[in-house]
């Protein structure tokens, strides 16, 4: 695709129900971030994938929060169990690297997550 | 990665440019400057990036002085489209490194 896609754009869930948030990455992009964005803070870095390295999870908040990445193309982040602090914008960008250099990282629009 | 400063908030008049300031005196020499922005409810926008030499591009031009603790970025004419958030962030450019996000300057650009 021309950008990163999230969906839903838009989840509303119940409190202590599990939630699936989607990333499709640009085409090629061997990174992938997850990031969070509370109402009026700044970006919090949840999680992040490099090509078929471990991935960077020193950022998620609790055990209830996970990520995979299959085929090193498309992501989910599942919260499980969600409580109203998950309450956020969830962004996810990718970017590219190679012979140790890479591109800038480019945003999808995100998933704007209300639990109530 | 190094830690950036950046004033809370600017304003800047329509026409006019704006110069955003940072500050990261603890820069290492493998460390490159990156400015992102990010507009109301949108996802972050990748704007500059540099290491040590001046940058320009269609948006916008990056000044790294030449001990390289501080730099601008410069919106040469603003616009009330350029009304966001603005982060500069600094980090090695390798694959094992994520960006690291902190308060951002906020413009806001008057007619």
Known sequence: ?????????????EKGKDVELRCDPISGHTALYWYRQSLGQGLEFLIYFQGNSAPDKSGLPSDRFSAER????VSTLTIQRTQQEDSAVYLCASSYWTGG???????????????? | ??????????????????NLPCNHSTISGNEYVYW???IHSQGPQYIIHGLKN?????MASLIITEDR????????????????VYYCIVRVNNAGNMLTFGGGTRLMVKP
């Open chain 2, 54 to 58: 001046n940058e320009t591009n269609e």
């Open chain 1, 70 to 73: 299959t085929g090193g193309s």
């Open chain 2, 1 to 18: 990665d190094a830690k950036t400063t950046q004033p809370t908030s600017m304003d800047c008049a329509e026409g006019r440019a704006a």
């Open chain 2, 36 to 38: 992102y922005r990010q």
């Open chain 1, 1 to 13: 695709g021309a950008g990163v896609s999230q969906s839903p754009s838009n989840k509303v869930t």
């Open chain 2, 69 to 84: 603790k501080s730099s601008t970025l410069i919106l040469p004419h603003a616009t009330l489209r350029d009304t966001a």
């Open chain 1, 101 to 116: 250099l890479g591109t800038e990282a480019f945003f999808g629009q995100g998933t704007r997550l209300t639990v109530v």
